[in-house]
C-alpha cells in the first residue's frame, strides 16, 4: 500500500499569510485528495487534485483560497491563502487509484493568530 | 455527493467485549469503506466492500452490506484497549464516482 508522506505537521501562523502544505507519495497513483477535518468531526472534502491540470473543487471551495498543485503523479501541494482564525484546522492529504481503498498521510494541524 | 451516517455516534465498551458500529447511506454506492483514526493521526483503511459483496472479514474485524437497506455494519470482536480510535463510513456516489465521502464517524473507546 502507498506510504503518504504529509509536511509539515503542525503550524501556526498570522492572520493574512499564506501557507503551502507537501504530499509526497511513495508510488504514482491515480487519484490525490485534500480533507479538511475540524477536531472530533468528520472529513470534508475540499479538492480532488488533477496531474497535469486544475483540480476539481467542492462546494464551498475555491482555487483563489485553495490552490492546488500536483506536477506529477506522485505529489501535491495545497496552499492555504490569507488565513483567518476560521482556517484553523487539520489539513489531510489523501491518495488512491479509482476505486481502491484511500491512503492517508498523518495531517497538518493548522492553527491560525 | 451523499454521506454516510455511523451509529452510534459514541460507544463505550469493555475489553473483551464486541464493539458493533452501523452506517447508513442514501443513494446506490460502488464500494463502501471503513477507516480507522487515532488521536492526531490520519485515517487508516480497514476494509472496502463492494456493492455485489455481503460479507467481508479481516482479523477481528467483520463487515457487513446491506444495499436492500442501504446499511453496513463494523464488528470488532474481542475488543482491546489499542482499539479505542473514531471509525469512520466512506461511500462513494456510485456509477462512475469512485470519489468517497465520510460519515461523523463512532468514537469507540476500550477500558482496559
Known amino acids: 500500500s502507498a506510504v503518504i508522506s504529509q509536511k509539515p505537521s503542525r503550524d501556526i501562523c498570522q492572520r493574512g499569510t499564506s501557507l503551502t502544505i507537501q504530499c509526497q507519495v511513495d508510488?504514482?497513483?491515480?487519484?490525490m485528495f485534500w480533507y479538511r477535518q475540524q477536531p472530533g468531526q468528520s472529513l470534508t472534502l475540499i479538492a480532488t487534485?488533477?496531474?497535469?491540470?486544475?483540480?476539481?473543487?467542492e462546494s464551498g471551495f475555491v482555487i483563489d483560497k485553495f490552490p492546488i498543485s500536483r506536477p506529477n503523479l506522485t505529489f501535491s501541494t495545497l496552499t492555504v491563502s490569507n488565513m483567518s482564525p476560521e482556517d484553523s484546522s487539520i489539513y489531510l492529504c489523501?491518495?488512491?487509484?479509482?476505486?481502491?481503498?484511500?491512503?492517508f498521510g498523518d495531517g497538518t494541524r493548522l492553527s491560525i493568530l | 455527493s451523499q454521506q454516510g451516517e455511523e451509529d452510534p455516534q459514541a460507544l463505550s465498551i469493555q475489553e473483551g467485549e464486541n464493539a458493533t458500529m452501523n452506517c447508513s447511506y442514501k443513494?446506490?454506492?460502488?464500494?463502501l469503506q471503513w477507516y480507522r483514526q487515532n488521536s492526531g493521526r490520519g485515517l487508516v483503511h480497514l476494509i472496502l466492500?463492494?456493492?455485489?459483496?455481503r460479507e467481508k472479514h479481516s482479523g477481528r474485524l467483520r463487515v457487513t452490506l446491506d444495499t436492500s437497506k442501504k446499511s453496513s455494519s463494523l464488528l470488532i470482536t474481542a475488543s482491546r484497549a489499542a482499539d479505542t480510535a473514531s471509525y469512520f463510513c466512506?461511500?462513494?456516489?456510485?456509477?462512475?464516482?469512485?470519489?468517497?465521502?465520510f460519515g461523523r464517524g463512532t468514537s469507540l473507546i476500550v477500558h482496559p
Open positions: 443513494t446506490s454506492i460502488n464500494n
Open positions: 466492500i463492494r456493492s455485489n459483496e
Open positions: 487534485a488533477n496531474q497535469g491540470s486544475e483540480a476539481t473543487y
Open positions: 489523501s491518495a488512491s487509484d479509482r476505486g481502491q481503498p484511500q491512503h
Open positions: 466512506a461511500t462513494d456516489a456510485g456509477g462512475g464516482s469512485y470519489i468517497p465521502t
Open positions: 508510488s504514482q497513483v491515480t487519484m
